[in-house]
């Protein structure tokens, strides 16, 4: 009798500490979104109407190569410099071929890592807004990017 009740608490408390612990999910869910071709295609088009004409004014020489240097380019330090941090924007987000990006993110890494700059107000770099005055995005425009990144978020993990 007393065998039976230690093994009945054993399996309660055993179920009862998976349930909680797993949350009710087994190990084969995943938490991270389903992407699929449909949602990728939603938020591009979002991409394409609002935020691809911003990126191409203020990211595309860094994050998808520039398609003219200024003169300065032909300077040798210069030179290396800006063909460095093209090839290093380049590697983390390529925003030349519309969403998905390329570079070493998923759709949502990229989606986190885009908001986070453009709230903390890291991008672009200090040494590049100092000599191209313009690039640094507007108030309005950081508005329009985070609200698209929201949205595109909210599109990625629908079905979760």
Not at 15 to 35: C, D, L, M, W
Not at 101 to 112: A, C, V
Not at 139 to 155: C, D, G, Y
């Amino acid at each position: 009798m007393k065998a039976s009740i230690h093994f009945v608490v054993s399996v309660l408390f055993i179920i009862g500490f998976k349930v909680y612990a797993h949350q009710n999910k087994k190990h084969t869910e995943s938490r991270k979104p389903h992407v699929t071709k449909e949602k990728l295609e939603s938020i591009n088009n979002l991409y394409s109407q609002a935020i691809q004409p911003i990126f191409k004014n203020k990211c595309l020489d860094c994050h998808g190569g520039p398609s003219q240097f200024p003169w300065y380019h032909r300077l040798p330090i210069a030179k290396q410099l800006m063909d460095d941090d093209v090839r290093e924007g380049k590697k983390h987000l390529d925003i030349s071929s519309g969403f998905p990006f390329k570079g070493h993110g998923s759709p949502l890494d990229d989606l986190k890592a885009i908001e986070k700059v453009v709230k903390e107000r890291t991008m672009p770099p200090m040494r590049y807004w100092l000599l191209h005055w313009n690039c640094r995005l507007t108030k309005k425009e950081r508005l329009a990017i985070v609200t698209w990144v929201q949205q595109s978020k909210k599109i990625l993990r629908e079905g979760l």
